[in-house]
């Protein structure tokens, strides 16, 4: 068990009830730490304009504690959320820091904010005196880190947040792992909490069956094999309905009652097509690894593409999303083992999946089927592509350069030859991928 390493974070996320005190008290905090966030980084943008100095961390914890000596409202805040603040300014100016050193690029001022959301904190350790039964005063301690969470007979846990008390918390599943650290998040529809646990790595599972999507607009996307996904249909009518509520919001007068109102409605609906969206994107990779049976998949890595497809694409709310699509794959295929790849999708619409060859004339994207002049092969456009992605991503598996005009060099071996085979296992493409040094 000892050397079992605890390097995966799983974040659980839990609805909490806090009581109306509770709630001011909650809010008063989120002032308080937004004020602290822009007083760390205005510390640090003087030092860094003036005299081009980086300020510590340490620096600005010593500061923190001369002030909680010397205030009482920064009493009243609980050290260890303070110090998760200071942490998170560290983090995004290391950020900074570091795009000024490369040079290139923007460098990403860290910002001011108006308002800050979520309030995290780290769990402590503390040591634990454990009696062994076995034998005689042989007193053993071990450092265990405090559980976050007081149970109940009932669902309704309790929350323990420091400062504050008990917080009712609705435990719909259990924790895994060693819970690090809780942020409680304010969002439009309540109070939640994450918690982040740590847990040890799944082991990856050997490749052996890969399946490569295509992403579109007209389909959400295209897989290898040539099944589609259809975009949600509560697309189009979130974003109608998100324009309503901003009319609504114009209209009112501005720091009303009633304009309030209608700012929470506009919350609310965006945060529940934020879910719909979570929803829709876990299930289809929970479906394209798990109820397709693939434990590798390969996606196109958009943020390498030179933007000229995302020039034609109707809403850059989509593209968002394929951005999300794409992290969560990757998350997912850490969390259960599986793999995840992301290859350059140049030309991958332009050359036929079967013979190799690259269409003479540019297709456009009003075009859905490709029509191969030199082989004949008739194939929908986004499955042509789908499998061409998956194509691209075996050969830089083998160690090979994907080669766009010659077919002796994808298809090396009789075996792999193309025609009637269409899986990754039938076309052994990821033969050799335990033995390659890289995995
Ligand atoms: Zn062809």
């Not at 979520?118 to 005063?137: G, I, Q």
């Not at 509560?234 to 009112?252: D, I, P, V």
């Not at 998350?331 to 030309?347: C, L, M, S, Y």
């Not at 050359?351 to 060859?357: D, P």
Request: aromatic letters at 10%; proline letters at 3%.
């Amino acid at each position: 068990m000892h050397d079992t390493r605890y390097t995966m974070k799983l974040t659980f996320k839990y609805p909490v009830y806090p009581t109306k005190t509770q709630e001011i008290t909650l809010l008063s905090w989120l002032d308080h730490l937004c004020e602290l966030q822009n007083s760390a980084r205005h510390d640090r943008k003087v030092a860094w304009e003036t005299e081009g100095e980086r300020v510590s961390i340490n620096d600005q914890q010593k500061k923190l504690k001369v002030a909680r000596e010397k205030y009482a409202d920064f009493r009243q805040v609980p050290q260890d959320m303070q110090i998760c603040t200071l942490e998170r300014t560290d983090k995004a100016f290391e950020g900074f820091y570091r795009r000024c050193e490369k040079g290139t690029g923007k460098k990403g001022y860290p910002r001011h904010r108006k308002r800050i959301k979520s309030l995290t904190w780290k769990l402590r350790k503390y040591t634990k005196v454990v009696r062994r039964k076995t034998k005689d005063a042989d007193k053993q301690t071990i450092r265990v880190r405090q559980n976050p969470i007081r149970e109940t007979a009932w669902k309704h846990d309790r929350l323990k947040v420091p400062k504050l008390g008990e917080v009712k918390i609705y435990m719909h599943r259990s924790l895994q792992g060693d819970p690090k650290e809780v942020t409680l998040v304010k969002k439009a529809s309540g109070w939640y909490a994450h918690i982040t646990c740590e847990l040890p790595d799944t082991p990856k599972v050997e490749p052996t069956t890969a399946i490569a999507v295509d992403v579109g607009t007209t389909h959400y996307l295209t897989t290898s094999e040539g099944q589609k996904e259809d975009n949600p249909r509560w697309y189009r009518k979130a974003e109608g309905l998100l324009h309503k509520h901003n009319q609504t919001m114009a209209r009112r007068k501005k720091g009303s009652k009633r304009w309030y109102k209608a700012v929470h409605a506009s919350a609310l609906h965006q945060e529940r097509t934020a879910n719909k969206r979570k929803d829709f994107i876990g299930k289809l990779v929970y479906k394209l690894f798990h109820h397709y049976e693939n434990n590798v998949l390969v996606a196109e890595d958009l943020s390498v593409s030179n933007m000229v497809q995302n020039k034609h694409l109707s809403k850059s709310i989509s593209d968002a999303s394929w951005a999300k699509f794409f992290q969560w794959a990757g998350n997912i295929a850490e969390r259960d083992g599986f793999h995840f790849h992301q290859v350059d999708p140049k030309n991958t619409s332009q050359i036929c999946s079967s013979c190799g060859k690259k269409s003479p004339k540019k297709l456009s994207l009003a075009i859905r089927t490709f029509d191969c002049s030199f082989c004949g092969t008739i194939l929908d456009r986004d499955h042509n592509a789908a499998r061409n992605i998956l194509y691209k991503a075996a050969a830089a598996f083998r160690g090979e350069r994907w080669v766009t005009t010659l077919y002796e060099t994808r298809n090396k071996n009789e075996a792999t030859k193309i025609s009637g085979l269409e899986t990754a296992k039938q076309l052994r493409l990821f033969d050799d991928l335990l033995t390659s040094p890289s995995l």
